[in-house]
């Protein structure tokens, strides 16, 4: 099998279960009790924060525990926008987040906020200008994301952050895709609100972070006990935030010689689908872009039909269209950055990790090649070109 869905999610690394198994079988208690069982479970708690809050640079307690990415953006953008309400109720966005971002905006619209969302240019980036523009003495919040899920586009987060300042706006930033994979100090970037996903780095699903800013004003977003300093009430998922630490631990360690090797790999890959299929195109920015993303569009065929035949080869990819409620919608990131809806459907996703090898790639391309010129051979919109 090969495995190139490493956006969607990472193989639990062998060393992270090592590190959560203790707190999936004997040290099972609870962290709140007061004896010693539940205070080895404290520690390691304490013990993960810390780790993880030296390798995105902030303060433990500006760190907190999640159930997943999922949950940390919609705390960020919901638990902010409602504390800072009295100051004003417009929102900026993007068009192309994830829908984590999307939809929890689209909740705080149905209770009278405003979003404005900025389209990216045909690259997925998003310009400090276009953010300049829509600044208004009434933004509270600005939310964009590090790096693209679907087409690895980076956003110059930094400079960003830096305008949302200028008036008065908190700015989060979703780093589910960047977390352990690039640098992701959050005075660096300059954020307030970080969200991040174990499941993205080789750790456990069901487990995330969202680092805080000190002075930050922000909403609880469960109620019930007083877990991570009264804001996220729920008996602690132990196994689950041991694990995402040592995760982000391991990733950072090894990320300058994984990022260099993938980086390798994924041009490589890039260049000879290109080369070697006619009638395809790179989606997103060839130099800001993750180092393990590839996303590309194969003119007059399907990605459904690419994904079953690539499945009988064994290899795991994505493809640009969401298979949500039965109907092949055509992703959004794609149409936003200007791709027509038949473009779209014809996108290939292939993320690398840890895993991959130039053995895996060259592959990969050689299958790809004969998959392409099979299904173009059937297609309708091929016979029409
Ligand atoms: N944000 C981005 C950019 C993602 O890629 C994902 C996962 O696909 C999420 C948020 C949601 O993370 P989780 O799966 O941990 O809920």
Request: aromatic fraction near 4%.
């Amino acid at each position: 099998m090969i495995y190139l869905d490493n956006a969607a999610t990472t193989p639990l690394r062998r060393d992270v279960l090592d590190c959560m198994m203790p707190y999936l079988t004997n040290a099972y208690g609870n962290p709140s009790s007061i004896y010693k069982l539940g205070r080895d479970n404290r520690i390691a708690i304490d013990n993960a924060r810390e780790k993880t809050a030296q390798i995105l640079g902030c303060s433990p307690a500006e760190v907190y525990f999640t159930g997943g990415g999922t949950e940390s953006d919609n705390w960020a953008i919901k638990g902010t926008a409602l504390a800072n309400a009295k100051r004003g109720k417009h929102i900026i966005t993007t068009e192309i987040e994830h829908h984590a971002v999307l939809h929890s905006c689209e909740a705080l619209a149905r209770q009278g906020f405003e979003i404005t969302y900025i389209k990216p240019d045909e690259n997925g980036l998003i310009h400090p200008q276009a953010l300049q523009e829509a600044l208004r003495d009434d933004t509270i919040l600005v939310t964009i994301m590090h790096a693209n899920n679907e087409i690895g586009t980076i956003q110059p987060i930094a400079e960003l952050a830096e305008i949302a300042h200028g008036r008065g706006a908190i700015f989060h930033t979703d780093a589910v895709q960047t977390a352990g994979h690039i640098p992701t100090d959050v005075n660096g970037l300059g954020v307030d609100l970080m969200s991040l996903s174990g499941h993205k780095f080789g750790g456990p699903k069901g487990v995330g972070a969202l680092y805080i800013r000190k002075n930050v004003k922000i909403f609880p977003h469960q109620d019930g006990g007083a877990q991570e300093r009264n804001k996220r009430a729920g008996t602690e998922n132990v196994p689950g935030i041991v694990g995402l630490s040592r995760a982000l631990e391991l990733a950072s360690e090894e990320m300058q010689n994984e990022r260099e090797r993938l980086r390798e790999l994924r041009d490589t890959f890039i260049k000879r689908i290109l080369d070697e299929i006619p009638d395809s195109q790179l989606n997103g920015d060839d130099e800001q872009r993750l180092p393990n993303n590839v996303n590309i569009s194969f003119d007059y065929i399907e990605g459904e039909g690419m994904l079953l035949l690539l499945d009988m080869q064994g290899i795991s990819a994505s493809s640009g269209s969401a298979c949500t409620s039965g109907s092949l919608d055509p992703s959004h990131v794609l149409l936003s950055i200007g791709l027509p809806h038949e473009k779209a459907h014809g996108s290939l996703r292939l993320t690398l990790g840890r895993e991959t090898t130039a053995e895996n790639i060259d592959f990969v391309v050689d299958k790809l090649v004969g998959i392409v010129a099979r299904l173009r051979a059937m297609s309708p919109l091929k016979a029409h070109a």
